[in-house]
């Protein structure tokens, strides 16, 4: 299994990115995706995860200005992110729970490789 992001970059503060991450490779079901983020010196923290059958979780820090959403057929997650903050710049990854074939008592962790995110002042 592959996660494959897309959508960072340099954004001023108040601006808008999207990011998107597609998992590809052997899926039997998607429990999960969500995307984290770290900053320098900083510990990796959750920003906002989805379940495949709809329950979502918003990090309070970005509550109100990032939305997330999947896409089941293309098992891919996206995070829009508006109102951008100089706080939010971090390098964002995205995580997906997978289980790879009908025999896999559980999901195994994936991650993908990660997009810098970077807001101006």
């Known amino acids: 299994v592959q996660l494959e992001e897309s959508g960072g970059g340099l954004v001023q503060a108040g601006g808008s990115l999207r990011l998107s991450c597609a998992a590809s490779?052997?899926?039997?079901?998607?429990?999960?995706m969500g995307w984290y983020r770290q900053a320098p010196g900083l510990q990796r923290e959750l920003v906002a995860s989805?379940?495949?059958?709809?329950?979502?979780y918003v990090a309070d820090s970005v509550k109100g200005r990032f939305t997330i959403s999947n896409d089941n057929a293309k098992n891919t997650v996206y995070l829009q992110m508006n109102k951008l903050k100089f706080e939010d710049t971090a390098v964002y990854h995205c995580?997906?729970?997978?289980?790879?074939?009908?025999?896999?008592?559980?999901?195994?962790?994936?991650w993908g490789r990660g997009t810098q995110v970077t807001v101006s002042t």
């Open positions: 490779g052997r899926i039997f079901s998607i429990d999960t």
């Open positions: 995580n997906a729970q997978i289980r790879s074939n009908h025999a896999d008592p559980y999901e195994n962790d994936y």
């Open positions: 989805i379940t495949w059958n709809g329950i979502i």
